[in-house]
């Protein structure tokens, strides 16, 4: 039992509470928020630590045993996406001060923020199929009114298909946990690991991760992405910045841990459809992303295609390539944000989200240009950044098992998503300066000093790879071996 | 018992699609209300229809019923009693801000939006 | 609808809301053991001031409620938010639940549980968010 696990969840939520009663105080909820998740940085530190000495942290709420009781878990896969989750959204909340409006701030802005992070904090911790479930719909609420936060037409257009999409999904969700339970009689994942290891995965629960496979897919962006590009680009930048790096991540997460640890048997079945679902989306979003021409659409299909970049990942499915999955999942949360947040400036600068009507932004704002090019190389996976080293593991995980056609969509997709990105860099700030704005730029600067922490981030995660890697390597030693978690989670 | 139950999910679920693909703003919402009505039965018919004492301890009752997923019942129908409200409450906005409850039109509204601004 | 105009629906709902708010008291204090609790007590009593809202009309029920239900919602989350953190302190797991009989003046001996304060909180939650989305709702014609 170790009472810290729950502090990721905690904090949040406390600080939400608070900070409705203080919604006309800006300044005091400014700093409210950005300590509480300088808190939650601080405590993914120490949970990380102490995962990393002292093995996998349990905690049984309200002191029922795991198959009676809710389970949280914190193994180091949860802990890992915890730290990033807590780093992306403090830099977010940074960037928000002054990136955001004041009528949204008092709209209750920073309080669904922290909502969403304890939504987000709580589906990574969580060892219930049921509390997956709670958590997932705390984030998807707060979400819901944060992109309607502001209230033009086109957010309401979007956040109707949005939710629409997220409730039918989730309706799908309480359908498959009622079938899971029908069939095993427990809800708790190390339980439902053991019990469908003894009897089989026979084939009524086979159909049963399919229906949990489109569940998660539609809330990941894998192959059932439609939605995505259009409702992540209404919002303004810090709330998609959130949005891009957070909650596509938490279903590849939930896609993760179930192919994993529950349904690994009939791996000819489950995971060949991921596989090609994951070569799908890479080819769509890889299309997606190179034939548009406004930055949040390019930038959303660059979210769907590293989704699908890292479901190659769960298909294969062996060591190496699920190393990759969690370094590549730590680095696309930090990366994605930092893009997110950069396009933001870019647009804020320039008035226009249309590349094409761009142009010379680089000759009056050259910090913002070199970051979106160190960003853009980070995503691609060029060697010093951070996108190269899970990139590699992927990759040669996929060749190792044989599995050419996986590999070689990887390879193209990355030609893609750097053409994709060049060209916002081309056209947006190379040429002549189509509308110089001074008086934007002292604002952008203080917005660029809230993205630097990612920035360095990406550029430590790549040059200081080796020391990261003994993290990693415990993360994956986890998926590929479920008793290790079961144990942890019995243990008591 | 259970056949009924079974059956009743599948009208639900058959009133709840096709109401969803109607294009009316508040039938949709209809629509989803009935979807998840039908989950919850399907939950509760999973678990098995069985009757019983309440599962407390000390009653000395000798059959009782399975309390875990009349839980998750109850924590399903306050979640979404919260997006129910929610949706209600943004497709009111909506009607107000877009003038229509007509998903279609929105969406050609949107498309023209988008054609201007070509 | 205008003050005044419907005197059979007022009469008679200032009789029942307290009958409801009545019976939702009841099924708080009954949740312990027994169907009911915090969140059905919280339904209902935002129902009955519902009824109040239809027979008279909002600004009426503003005025014998004039809380922020916003700040209510709040309130109750921080209550149950503190209870499940309690636990924290005594070095047991969180949501852990304390219980214990005590010899009341009035109602002899009576068993308190710290579940109560959690229900509480529901309570004023459920109750701060109903009657929010209803007002949200109501208030613009």
């Known amino acids: 039992m170790n009472n810290w696990v729950v502090a990721p969840l905690l904090i949040p939520l406390f600080t939400a509470v608070i900070l409705i009663f203080l919604h006309n105080k800006l300044k005091l909820q400014r700093w409210i928020s950005l300590i509480s998740s300088m808190l939650n940085v601080c405590v993914a530190i120490y949970l990380m630590v102490q995962v990393r000495t002292t093995g996998i942290q349990t905690l049984n709420m309200s002191g029922w045993a795991p198959p009676y009781g809710i389970v949280l878990v914190a193994d180091m896969f949860a802990v890992l996406l915890v730290l990033a989750a807590s780093i992306v959204s403090a830099c977010c909340l940074l960037y928000s001060f002054r990136g955001i409006d004041e009528e949204r701030e008092r709209h209750y802005f920073y309080t669904l923020v922290h909502f969403m992070l304890a939504g987000v904090n709580g589906s990574f911790l969580t060892g219930d199929l049921f509390n997956l479930f709670v958590c997932f719909e705390l984030m998807l609420m707060s979400s819901y009114a944060l992109i309607v936060l502001g209230g033009t037409k086109r957010q309401f257009r979007e956040t109707l298909h949005y939710i629409l999409i997220n409730v039918l999904s989730s309706t799908l969700f309480v359908a498959s946990v009622a079938y899971l339970y029908g069939a095993t009689g427990t809800l708790n994942l190390a339980h439902l690991s053991m019990r469908i290891a003894e009897s089989g995965q026979t084939g009524p629960i086979t159909v049963v991760s399919a229906l949990l496979l489109v569940v998660f897919s539609v809330k990941a962006g894998l192959f059932l992405f439609f939605w995505l590009p259009g409702s992540y680009g209404a919002p303004p930048a810090a709330i998609s910045a959130l949005f891009g790096a957070l909650l596509t991540k938490v279903g590849m997460y939930a896609l993760i841990r179930t192919f994993t640890l529950i349904f690994y048997h009939e791996v000819q079945v489950t995971h060949m459809l991921i596989g090609t679902m994951a070569v799908a989306t890479i080819i769509l979003g890889g299309f997606g992303a190179v034939s548009q021409t406004n930055v949040n659409r390019i930038l959303g299909y660059n979210v769907i295609a590293s989704i699908g970049f890292i479901s190659l990942a769960l298909a294969v499915s062996n060591h190496d390539a699920l190393q990759g999955a969690v370094f590549y999942l730590v680095h696309d949360m930090i990366v994605k944000a930092l893009l997110f947040l950069l396009a933001g400036i870019l647009v804020a600068e320039t008035g226009t989200e249309r590349v094409n009507r761009m142009g010379g932004v680089l000759s009056h704002s050259p910090l913002l240009g070199w970051m979106f090019l160190i960003a853009s190389l980070a995503v691609v996976g060029i060697p010093p950044l951070s996108g190269f080293p899970g990139k590699l593991l992927i990759i040669q995980g996929s060749i190792e098992d044989g599995q050419y056609i996986l590999a070689a969509a990887g390879v193209i997709l990355t030609l893609m998503l750097l053409y994709s990105l060049i060209k916002i860099f081309i056209l947006g700030f190379w040429g002549k300066a189509r509308r110089p704005r001074e008086a934007h730029w002292k604002q952008s600067r203080k917005l660029l000093l809230s993205s630097a922490p990612l920035m360095m981030l990406i550029i430590f995660m790549g040059v200081f790879a080796e020391p990261v890697m003994p993290y990693v390597q415990r993360a994956a030693d986890i998926l590929t071996d479920p008793s290790i978690y079961i144990q942890a989670v019995f243990k008591e | 018992m259970e056949v009924v139950v079974a059956v009743i999910v599948g009208i639900l679920f058959t009133a709840g699609i096709y109401l969803i693909l109607t294009q009316d703003l508040l039938r949709i919402v209809l629509g989803t209300s009935l979807l998840t009505h039908a989950v919850h039965l399907l939950l509760m018919a999973m678990s098995m229809l069985k009757t019983g004492a309440a599962p407390l301890l000390g009653r000395g009752k000798e059959q009782f019923v399975d309390p875990l997923p009349q839980a998750l019942i109850l924590t399903s129908i306050v979640i979404n009693f919260g997006i129910t409200a929610f949706f209600l409450v943004l497709s009111y906005r909506a009607y107000q801000k877009l003038d229509t409850t007509d998903m279609e039109r929105m969406r050609s509204e949107s498309a023209k939006h988008r054609g201007r601004r070509r | ?141």
């Not at chain 3, 709902?13 to 053991?33: D, P």
């Not at chain 3, 014998?64 to 149950?80: E, M, N, Q, R, Y």
């Not at chain 3, 304390?98 to 309570?123: N, R, S």
């Open chain 3, 1 to 141: 609808m205008p003050k005044g105009s419907d005197i059979f629906l007022q009469n008679i709902s200032k009789v029942v809301v307290f009958i409801i708010l009545a019976f939702a008291l009841y099924l708080f204090f009954t949740g312990h053991g027994s169907p009911g609790g915090g969140f059905i007590a919280g339904l209902m009593s935002a129902g009955a001031l519902l009824l109040l809202a239809l027979a008279f009309d909002i600004d009426t029920v503003r005025k014998v409620i004039p809380f922020d239900f916003k700040l209510i919602t709040a309130i109750g989350l921080l209550i149950a938010l503190c209870t499940g953190t309690g636990a924290l302190f005594f070095g047991e797991p969180f949501l852990k639940h304390a219980f214990g009989y005590f010899q009341l003046p009035l109602l002899g001996k009576t068993e308190l549980h710290t579940a109560l304060i959690f229900d509480l909180g529901v309570y004023l939650a459920v109750v701060g968010v109903t009657m929010t989305i209803l007002l949200t709702i109501g208030e613009d014609n």
